[in-house]
């Protein structure tokens, strides 16, 4: 921890404000968890989902494919105890007008860890 260096009394607020409000979530995820026979704390759940990466793919047309995760059966589990329920890819066609020098070289926010060969990668196109 760090100290938090705030001198406005409603930025002060904000703060603790928002202290509580995340210690109110994490409390109640770890009942609800309980409640279904499951005993973590809230550092385990971070372990958990430390490696649960989503991956982005651009390819040469400048469409994009956003893939999720399945996620191993710990990862799983605690997703249906919540109800959560992701997409399992969305495609996004940026227009070639959207796109400028700017834009066009700056680099994808995180790279594909997928080797498999049936993974969609930048490199390769799609089947």
Same mark, same amino acid.
């Given at each position: /921890? &760090? =100290?938090?260096?705030?001198?406005?009394?409603? &930025?002060?607020?904000?703060?603790?404000?928002?202290? /509580?409000?995340?210690?109110?979530?994490?409390?109640?995820?770890?009942?609800?968890? &309980?409640?279904?026979?499951?005993?973590?704390? +809230?550092?385990?759940?971070?372990?958990?989902?430390?490696?649960?990466?989503?991956?982005?793919?651009?390819?040469?047309?400048?469409?994009?494919?956003?893939?999720? =995760?399945?996620?191993?059966?710990?990862?799983?589990?605690? +997703?249906?105890?919540?109800?959560?329920? +992701?997409? $399992?890819?969305?495609?996004?066609?940026?227009? !070639?007008?959207? +796109?400028?020098? $700017?834009?066009?070289?700056? #680099?994808?926010?995180? &790279?594909?860890?997928?080797?498999? #060969?049936?993974?969609?990668?930048? !490199?390769? =196109?799609? =089947?």
């Amino acid at each position: /921890m &760090r =100290p938090i260096y705030l001198q406005n009394d409603d &930025r002060i607020l904000s703060s603790i404000f928002v202290t /509580m409000v995340g210690l109110l979530v994490s409390t109640l995820a770890e009942r609800e968890l &309980r409640r279904n026979d499951i005993v973590v704390t +809230l550092k385990d759940i971070q372990e958990i989902f430390s490696g649960y990466n989503g991956s982005l793919h651009v390819f040469e047309d400048y469409s994009q494919v956003v893939t999720m =995760p399945t996620g191993n059966k710990w990862q799983r589990r605690l +997703l249906r105890v919540f109800d959560v329920r +992701l997409p $399992a890819a969305a495609a996004v066609l940026i227009p !070639d007008a959207f +796109l400028s020098e $700017a834009t066009a070289s700056t #680099p994808q926010p995180w &790279r594909s860890k997928c080797r498999a #060969p049936n993974c969609l990668t930048a !490199d390769a =196109p799609s =089947p």
